[in-house]
């Protein structure tokens, strides 16, 4: 497996081919996804090669928005599928990567440490201190594509899917689960000043 050069290509293609538009999925959410997977899955005692196949699949989870925004995971499995065999990933470990990708679909439905990794480190940020300005980018891209029209269906949105989302590592429940309780008070407490 040339892990490095696969990492390497798919950066310059998400550089060169993801639309300006994404202000959210974008290059900066994918290596930041890479980074806590890196972090999240050291913490939680992942081998090398379950490691790496764990950041295979962060640096490709979003690629599919090359193509399209609807089915991006599944978009990202085919070009992951197409890639892969080039830099020496057998079979077994492209089937397990895709797995992962799927993962991160909404609702994060992981069965394996390796996906709980994975679909912690896509959310890090609900548990962040830069929660509010990576929301913001969101928001934009939310607007763009339709899904909100204004700041209060945006932070309705927001109140929802925080209520809905858990982390599955107990690094990321550890380090993250309490920040993320008090970001979701504060959007609830700035939609009752906006009744």
């Not at 609702?107 to 709980?116: E, G, S, W, Y």
Request: net charge negative; aromatic share 10%.
């Amino acid at each position: 497996m040339q892990f490095y050069s696969a990492i390497r290509t798919v950066v310059r293609k998400l550089h060169d081919e993801l639309p300006d538009w994404l202000t959210y999925h974008d290059y900066d959410h994918v290596r930041d996804v890479y980074r806590m997977a890196r972090e999240i899955g050291k913490a939680e005692g992942l081998g090398d090669l379950q490691l790496k196949l764990v950041l295979t699949a962060a640096i490709l989870h979003d690629i599919g928005f090359t193509i399209s925004n609807a089915n991006h995971e599944k978009l990202s499995c085919d070009i992951a599928r197409e890639l892969l065999p080039l830099f020496g990933y057998t079979n077994a470990q492209i089937e397990e990567i895709e797995g992962l990708i799927m993962a991160t679909a909404i609702p994060h439905k992981p069965t394996n440490l390796a996906q709980m990794v994975l679909c912690d480190a896509d959310l890090d940020y609900l548990g962040r201190d830069d929660f509010f300005s990576r929301g913001d980018q969101l928001y934009h891209e939310f607007l763009h594509l339709g899904i909100v029209k204004d700041r209060k269906s945006w932070n309705m949105v927001q109140v929802k899917f925080l209520n809905q989302h858990r982390y599955f590592t107990q690094t990321s429940i550890d380090s993250r689960a309490s920040r993320k309780a008090a970001h979701l008070q504060a959007i609830e407490k700035q939609l009752e000043e906006d009744q």
